[in-house]
């Protein structure tokens, strides 16, 4: 190319289409724009009110059955008292939380023993928590949120005889991360539950007071015994906050209580109670539930 204006028109257009390759590619390898994360999980919201049973995710009432009630029970080794509910189910069926929380706890049994077993502890509001004791396999990590079709586990006899699902509900923990019986309530308190129906009784002549008591909607809380000058009363929160040993005594604030085995149809137990020295004779008895509304009242 002979003309220098030529040339120099050429070198300057050349330039400008290097140029605006390079202009090009940067905007090709850019990083592109974040798009928002689609599987970020949405939580559910903590309401009572929607509380499922844990074994069939059912809202009706009594939905699971029950082989152990809270309160006073009998145990083939003697007389307990029961800190939650038993769930039978075979093993390896999933397992629910009651309701929507943050997974605060796992405990991970060491194979040896009996104990909570497998356990897993959901915290749903900074007062209130539920316990899943017994599982098979944990599911769940501390820290995860689960929402009511998010299994924390499955059904299994870790710690236990028999392959059931003991659950447990808790109302204002000292530390909200870790499950304490002496903070049990009856998980009945939240979930769908009927009415007891009749309590039938019968006051023997030697004292005794002799309950038929429905299992699966086992509301009981408190039993009053009233003779001529005096009486005495039990409520269950107060003898469960006492410890794990302490509440297993039979006695209990100058009650004594025992329990029958379960009816085969597992609708009912026998539950029996009496002045712990026999100092009165009860002529008057008066149940509450734990909303303190009296389910029976019977005098002799």
């Known amino acids: 190319m002979k003309n220098p204006f030529l040339k120099i028109c050429f070198t300057l257009i050349t330039a400008l289409v290097l140029l605006s390759a390079c202009d090009e590619g940067s905007s090709i390898t850019s990083e592109p724009d974040q798009e928002p994360d689609d599987t970020e999980q949405v939580k559910e919201e903590v309401d009572?009110?929607?509380?499922?049973?844990?074994?069939?995710?059912?809202?009706?009432?009594?939905?699971?059955?029950?082989?152990?009630?809270?309160?006073?029970?009998?145990?083939?080794?003697?007389?307990?008292?029961?800190?939650?509910?038993?769930?039978?189910?075979?093993?390896?069926?999933?397992?629910?939380?009651?309701?929507?929380?943050?997974?605060?706890?796992?405990?991970?049994?060491?194979?040896?023993?009996?104990?909570?077993?497998?356990?897993?502890?959901?915290?749903?509001?900074?007062?209130?928590?539920?316990?899943?004791?017994?599982?098979?396999?944990?599911?769940?990590?501390?820290?995860?949120?689960?929402?009511?079709?998010?299994?924390?586990?499955?059904?299994?006899?870790?710690?236990?005889?028999?392959?059931?699902?003991?659950?447990?509900?808790?109302?204002?923990?000292?530390?909200?991360?870790?499950?304490?019986?002496?903070?049990?309530?009856?998980?009945?308190?939240?979930?769908?539950?009927?009415?007891?129906?009749?309590?039938?009784i019968t006051f023997s002549e030697s004292g005794f007071v002799i309950l038929d008591m429905p299992l699966q909607a086992m509301t009981a809380n408190s039993v009053e015994l009233i003779g001529d000058d005096e009486s005495r009363k039990a409520d269950y929160y107060e003898v469960v906050a006492r410890g794990w040993t302490d509440r297993k005594e039979r006695v209990q604030f100058g009650i004594r209580f025992d329990a029958e085995r379960r009816t085969e149809d597992h609708m009912r137990f026998n539950l029996i109670v009496n002045p712990a020295n026999m100092d009165f004779t009860p002529r008057r008895i008066i149940i509450r539930n734990f909303n303190g509304e009296v389910l029976l009242d019977a005098s002799k």
């Open 48 to 200: 009572i009110a929607n509380a499922q049973w844990p074994i069939s995710r059912d809202q009706e009432p009594n939905s699971d059955l029950s082989y152990a009630q809270y309160g006073p029970r009998s145990l083939p080794s003697g007389y307990d008292f029961h800190a939650g509910i038993d769930l039978p189910s075979p093993r390896g069926t999933p397992v629910y939380p009651v309701l929507p929380g943050e997974v605060v706890e796992t405990d991970h049994w060491n194979g040896t023993g009996s104990g909570a077993g497998n356990a897993v502890t959901v915290k749903h509001a900074d007062t209130l928590a539920t316990s899943y004791l017994h599982l098979d396999r944990i599911d769940v990590n501390v820290g995860d949120w689960v929402n009511s079709d998010d299994p924390v586990g499955t059904v299994g006899s870790t710690g236990a005889s028999y392959n059931h699902l003991h659950l447990g509900y808790f109302v204002n923990l000292p530390n909200p991360n870790r499950r304490d019986e002496r903070y049990s309530k009856n998980p009945l308190e939240i979930l769908p539950t009927e009415e007891p129906g009749d309590i039938p």
